[in-house]
Each structure stands twice: as structure tokens, then as C-alpha cells.
């Protein structure tokens, strides 16, 4: 596609559920960002993929997020167990080459988890 | 450790007053520097940045000045637009990692 795409928009579940959220990056980049951004502040970092790896995760808050790229273009980010600390917009980037300091990032319009 | 600090909004103003958003950072190393912009039911998207001490960036009249002297990057305006009310966000890559500012949210009122 032309931009960024994450699905779903909007994902409302029960405390101690499962959860995927998915993000489908510009075609043909090969860094991918998932980051979290909680109403009035800034995205805050969760993990940054430079191919099918994760080249750093150690903003993922705990064992209970994971992610995965098996393919180096779709990510899915999975919350276990998800509490109402979790609820929060998801935002997903991706960048033609992560590697070079001024690259520019594209975001996808997140997704709002909701934990009640 | 890298961390940004913005003023906090909002910042409210008259359309064609100027404006200024105040950025700082902490950082190790030798960071890029950003301004993201959202408008209301938008995703963020880059307005502009600059990857070394001097650098200005500049797009649809806005510009900023990486000061390496005084950690900052403020966002300045000449003449803004109520088109321009948004929330943006001024971040930095340190070896490619992001870290983003709170966010400084801009009204203008006709």
C-alpha cells in the first residue's frame, strides 16, 4: 500500500486477554518501529526491527509483549494478559533504512487498545 | 541517556502571530533532530529535521536550528494559519533509536 497500515484501528478486550496487533509497513522498507503513546504524551519506544530481527527491544515493558517480523515486512505486536495499563494507542513506523541517523519515519495511524 | 523536553501547551494564538515552540535535549553522541506534526485524526507525520550542529530545517514556513551549544531545536513560525493548529512533537534518532517529546498542542484562531 501506499502508507503505513495497522489493524485493527480500534481493539477494545478484558483485563487477562490476549491480544495481536498488526502492522504492514511501506513496501520495501526494511526498518519497522512499534512504539506506545498514552493519552497527552509522546510516543514512547517499544522495539525496532532492521529485517526479520529485532535489533533493539528494550523498550517492550515486560514478558508480556512480544513481537514478531518472520518475514521482514508484517509485524505483529502481542500483548499477554493485558491489564488496564495497557490501554493505550499503538503506533507502528517503518523507515527505508535504519541505519542512517536522519532517516525519516512513516506512521501508521495506530491502533487504540482499551483493556477494561 | 537521550530525552526530550518541550513546552507544554497549549499554546493558543491569533492567526499571522509567530511562533515559537521550545525543544531541548539530552543525548549522547550526535543525534538527529525532529518536528512531527499531528493534526486531528492523523497520524504523525515528519515536518521537518536536521542531522548536525548548524543544520536548518524548514518546510511550509516553519524552520528550526540545531544548536548544539544550547541542546536545542525550537520551532518557529512567522505567520501561522488555523490550518497549522495541531499537536507537534520534536524528537531525536540516536543510533536509531527515537525518543519524542510530551508534545506541545497549537490552536489558532481566525
Known amino acids: 500500500g501506499a502508507g503505513v497500515s495497522q489493524t485493527p484501528s480500534n481493539k477494545v478486550t478484558e483485563k487477562g486477554k490476549y491480544v495481536e496487533l498488526r502492522c504492514d509497513p511501506i513496501s520495501g522498507h526494511t526498518a519497522l518501529y512499534w512504539y506506545r503513546q498514552s493519552l497527552g504524551q509522546g510516543p514512547e519506544f517499544l522495539i525496532y526491527?532492521?529485517?526479520?530481527?529485532?535489533?533493539?527491544d528494550s523498550g517492550l515493558p515486560n514478558d508480556r509483549f512480544f513481537a514478531v517480523r518472520p518475514e521482514g515486512s508484517v509485524s505483529t505486536l502481542k500483548i499477554q494478559r493485558t491489564e488496564r495499563g495497557d490501554s493505550a494507542v499503538y503506533l507502528c513506523?517503518?523507515?527505508?533504512?535504519?541505519?542512517?541517523?536522519?532517516?525519516?519515519?512513516?506512521f501508521g495511524a495506530g491502533t487504540r487498545l482499551s483493556v477494561l | 541517556g537521550n530525552s526530550v523536553t518541550q513546552m507544554e501547551g497549549p499554546v493558543t494564538l491569533s492567526e499571522e502571530a509567530f511562533l515559537t515552540i521550545n525543544c531541548t535535549y539530552t543525548?549522547?553522541?550526535?543525534?538527529?533532530l525532529f518536528w512531527y506534526v499531528q493534526y486531528p485524526g492523523e497520524g504523525l507525520q515528519l515536518l521537518l529535521k536536521?542531522?548536525?550542529?548548524?543544520d536548518k530545517g524548514s518546510n511550509k514556513g516553519f524552520e528550526a536550528t540545531y544548536r548544539k551549544e544550547t541542546t536545542s531545536f525550537h520551532l518557529e513560525k512567522g505567520s501561522v494559519q488555523v490550518s497549522d493548529s495541531a499537536v507537534y512533537f520534536c524528537?531525536?534518532?540516536?543510533?536509531?533509536?527515537?525518543?519524542f517529546g510530551s508534545g506541545t498542542k497549537l490552536n489558532v484562531k481566525p
Open positions: 543525548a549522547t553522541g550526535y543525534p538527529s
Open positions: 536536521a542531522t548536525k550542529a548548524d
Open positions: 526491527f532492521q529485517g526479520t530481527g529485532a535489533a533493539d
Open positions: 524528537a531525536l534518532n540516536n543510533f536509531n533509536k527515537f525518543y
Open positions: 513506523a517503518s523507515s527505508p533504512d535504519g541505519g542512517t541517523g536522519g532517516n525519516i519515519q512513516y
